[in-house]
């Protein structure tokens, strides 16, 4: 009897334990979890970009309300951190930033109390046992991006790349999920060329149906992009006027044809082999083009049938190619490799050129902008630099005092063996007090300096601007920052509804501190921060005593009906494609050592006053746009023809090439690749019927602010270059 009423206390107990733990064990399993982590596409990204992290969560969101963290480590090594909320019903998409090839991604699940939920570190390189694992790239490197199902042979060009360079890192990533693409603009960020084929009619149709993601798409095509759009018999479902992807051809699409003979085809690919055979009747479809935009590469028959178009869209690039390269007889023709190189050939790197003539690798850069951001962290007003010679000088004679003149001292002058007890602390004191007095002697200032340069583009043709800043910050003590940026136009006045993002400035090279180099980077600061839910601030960033900070911004305004543009121009070619026309400043501020650049010539203009016109014909005198561009980039040079030095270029010399770069002669006059921030070079523009005004500004750039009371960090002792760059629909 006991035996059983033991037994049955067991089970009632068992059974209350039951009753009152089963909403524990409810709740447990709906607590969010994350589910799933994408990075960059398709697991791969350039380090030093903006770049997309899907998260995918499990649970009931909606009840517990969770943050999604994502922490990664700048160039410097400090662990910046970016959060939103997890959405409810879907994945969550956040923007971040990786300062390493080999820095690791934290992404956690974090209730409203603080506490950890979940947690998930990606690591590279993919292909490794253990945990989710990415594909980084050198911020250097190139990312060739395709949309859509079908296979264009694009993995096969850009092997051939590396076939030839094997120091050219490249990558294809092809994305069939319309979901997974980025919502906002500068997701694309990394992306070199985007390739678009419709072939693919529901990823297309998915693609147009989804406002946000299409928007993200334009507007990073008219911010600088390049975007390639292959069409062939799906051209009526998607490319006639009022289909979904209508607004991405550079004319306006009529009917389908038929392409009577390809022998066109096969001349632009340089191949010699025939797409079909010999005296075969060609049924391959074309999409016929009207009012066409842009340059035509590439006629099927006469100058009637446009198969390759390259148009200016904005600030970028959109080339149009009128065949599908993804079905036959294209997909079977051994042709297509050197026929799509041909297309992409103006937007990749040339191999025979990628050799560069000055690797700095010894000052931790291999790129112009990694010479842009150490110039400007060299020289602060008020602030010396003790180089190395002097540290070097200042070692050994500390070394001489501590070693021979201690020892004369001692043993040849007092001829006491224990004043070496007194001599010894008085040499480390004095040394050490000699030290401290020479730093603050050559740090005098006792507030903030913050170099910075500035390029502002506007485009005539949409109404858009776009700025891209960088900055380096120098603190003469350890604190830590709230950072952000207010735009400003060439009066000075803000510019209004525009949106920026801010964000450390990394080090394009495998050199000290580069972004290449191997292994984790040391957290020398040991304080994180975080950046804002919009990415237009930096909280809490520390900058050590006597340190610098490298920043890094992009803003741009809204695309606005009836915005105000500030230059008037009325542009047309004569018979020798020189401009004629005229010009009037009205940005309200005075346009310092403008030049006019289009084609392969371009004017030397002086200043232009606030509210001046200026007439332009064969008053002016004509120069090739590469020698008025060298000219400014040696402006410092005593003959025309010494040499561009990148680590010796002034801070407008840079950027001079920088906006240029092709124009100017590439690597071969810079001696220096310029694929970081490629799309800095506008020189494309130049051949796509659009002219370029560019001028220094005269009032200074942009300001960065305290993000709380939106002071300016900035002092008159600053130093500010702002270059404004307007492109100019012509006339043909």
Known sequence: MQTVTARGTFVLGLLAWAFWTAPTWAADAESPSIAECRIGFDGTFKVGHWTPVLVTTTGDVAKT?????????DSDGVAVTVSAAAASGGPTLLYTRIGRLESAVQVKLVDESGRVLNRIELSAPRGQEGGARYIALPSTGELLLQLGAGSLGLDEVLADQEAVDSSLTSNFVQVTDVDSLPTDWFGYEAV??????????????????????????????????????????????????????????????????????????????????????????????????VDVQGRVDLFGRGNELPIVVRAARGLGELVFVGVDLTESPFADWSGRRPFLRAVLRPYLVEPDASQSKQKLVSLGYDD??????????????????????????????????????????????TRRPWVAWLTLPVIVLATSLGAAVLVGAAKKTDGLRINQAELVDFDLTTGRTRGICWATLYSPRAEQFDVALAPRLPNGQPAAGAQSLVSW???????????????????????????????????????????????????????????????????????????????????GATLADACLLYGQWGYRLGDLGPGQRLEVGPQLNAYRVKTIVTRRARSGAETEQDTFLADRATVDELLSVMMFYQAAGGEGFAGLPNRYQADC?????????????????????????????????????DTSTVVYRFVIPVNN
């Not at 299409?214 to 992009?225: D, F, H, K, N, T």
């Not at 005092?401 to 004369?408: S, V």
């Not at 220094?696 to 009371?709: E, F, K, Q, Y």
């Open 65 to 73: 309300n969770p943050t999604i963290e994502v922490t990664t480590a």
């Open 192 to 289: 070199d060329v985007l390739v678009l084929t419709t072939s693919d009619v529901a990823f297309c149709e998915r693609l147009a149906a989804d406002a946000r993601r299409l928007e993200a798409l334009r507007r990073w095509l008219e911010l600088g992009g390049r975007l390639v759009v292959c069409s062939g018999r799906t051209a009526t479902k998607l490319l006639a006027a009022g289909m979904p992807l209508a607004e991405f051809v550079p004319g306006k699409f009529t009917e389908l044809v038929r392409l009577p003979q390809t022998q066109t085809l096969e001349n632009f690919a340089g191949s010699g082999d025939a797409i079909s055979q010999s005296g075969a009747r060609q049924s391959i479809p074309l999409p016929q083009l």
């Open 505 to 587: 400035l990394g080090l394009p090279g495998s050199g000290l501190g580069g972004m290449h180099a191997a292994g984790e980077p040391i957290d020398v600061a040991g304080v994180s921060y975080r950046a804002a839910t919009n990415w237009s601030e930096l909280l809490g960033m520390p900058v050590l005593t006597s340190s610098t900070k490298s920043l890094f911004a992009r803003w741009d305004n809204a695309k606005t009906a009836g915005v105000t543009l500030p230059l008037a121009a009325d542009l047309a070619v004569d018979e020798d494609g020189l401009l004629v026309g005229s010009l009037t400043n009205e940005t």
């Open 681 to 717: 070079d506008l020189s494309r523009l130049l051949e796509l019927d659009r002219a370029i005004l560019f001028a220094n500004g005269t009032r200074g750039g942009s300001r960065w602010t305290d993000a709380a009371t939106g002071d300016s960090l900035e002092s008159e002792q």
């Open 368 to 413: 112009l902008a990694g010479a842009l951001r150490q110039r400007l962290g060299l020289s602060f007003t008020n602030v010396a630099v003790i180089g190395f010679p002097i540290v070097a000088a200042l070692i050994i004679g500390y070394l001489l005092l501590l070693g021979p003149i201690d020892y004369l001292l001692v043993e040849r002058v």
